[in-house]
């Protein structure tokens, strides 16, 4: 628009100056020398406005295309082609199968087995009981007849056949174990002599070696002297065999 007015105004004191008027407080002085940058100028304007204008022109359509309702596209009527049908191949027919007839069975001729041979077995049998009846029956009555043996005699060989039966072995006597007293039970003598025996534990087994007896808060085994003169000389499952000066005291524990 600055353009347009300058124009104008460049006119209005061109024509005022042809008509000798005096320039008015809008003329503009008459330039003495060409601007040689004026055209430039005014190209460059120019294509400046060119340049405005096409852009909002390019604007525009768009916002046109994006603000536009979307159109269904008409569905393309595409003729589907369809496929010729292929000609049928002539397939060779298979060659007709003659039928064959079952052949018939052989029948071979039955061939009845050999009769069976008389074994010498049969023949041993049927000359058995000819040899048995022509033994004489007065044998057998006689043997029969026979007296039988006398009890007395089988009684005898039997008292015979049976072993006399040996004595046992003589066990030991009674009299070869020393008695075994209680501490009630030991002469006054003894029993004034024998120490004091306080058994607190005890451990039996089968086998001699693993048994033990704690006297007086010791442990002992079979053979061992607590005291002088006193021998453990057994441990039993509840009791306990002492040698003291001879005699066998028992003690329960």
Same mark, same amino acid.
């Given at each position: ?20 008027? =005096? %320039?008015?407080?809008? *003329?503009? #002085?008459? $330039?003495?020398?060409?601007? !040689?940058?004026? &055209? @430039? ?43 010729? =049908? %292929?000609?049928?191949? *002539?397939? #060779?027919? $298979?060659?007709?199968?003659? !039928?064959?007839? &079952? @052949? ?48 007395? *005699? ?100």
């Amino acid at each position: 628009m600055s353009y347009i007015l300058d124009a104008l105004k460049k006119a209005d004191a061109e024509r005022e100056r042809g008509q000798g008027r =005096a %320039p008015g407080l809008h *003329a503009r #002085p008459a $330039p003495m020398v060409d601007d !040689p940058a004026e &055209p @430039a100028t005014r190209s460059l304007g120019v294509a400046v406005w060119v340049i405005a204008g096409l852009l909002g022109a390019l604007v525009v359509v768009l916002g046109w295309r994006l603000w536009a309702p979307a159109e269904a596209p008409e569905p393309a009527q595409a003729s589907a082609v369809v496929p010729a =049908a %292929p000609a049928p191949r *002539a397939e #060779p027919q $298979p060659a007709p199968v003659k !039928p064959v007839a &079952p @052949a018939a069975p052989v029948i071979e001729p039955f061939a009845p087995p050999p009769p069976p041979q008389p074994r010498a077995d049969a023949a041993r049998s049927t000359e058995a009981p000819a040899l048995r009846t022509a033994e004489p029956t007065p044998s057998i009555t006689a043997s029969r007849n026979a007296a039988p043996t006398p009890p007395a *005699a089988s009684g005898a060989s039997i008292t015979e056949a049976r072993p006399v039966a040996k004595p046992a072995a003589t066990a030991s006597r009674p009299s070869d174990v020393p008695a075994l007293y209680t501490p009630q039970t030991l002469p006054e003598a003894v029993r004034r002599d024998l120490p004091a025996i306080a058994v607190s534990g005890a451990m039996y087994s089968e086998t001699p070696a693993q048994r033990m007896l704690i006297i007086n808060s010791q442990v002992f085994r079979e053979g061992d002297q607590p005291q002088p003169e006193l021998v453990l000389e057994e441990i039993r499952l509840k009791s306990a065999v002492f040698r003291f000066r001879g005699h066998r005291v028992l003690i329960a524990y």
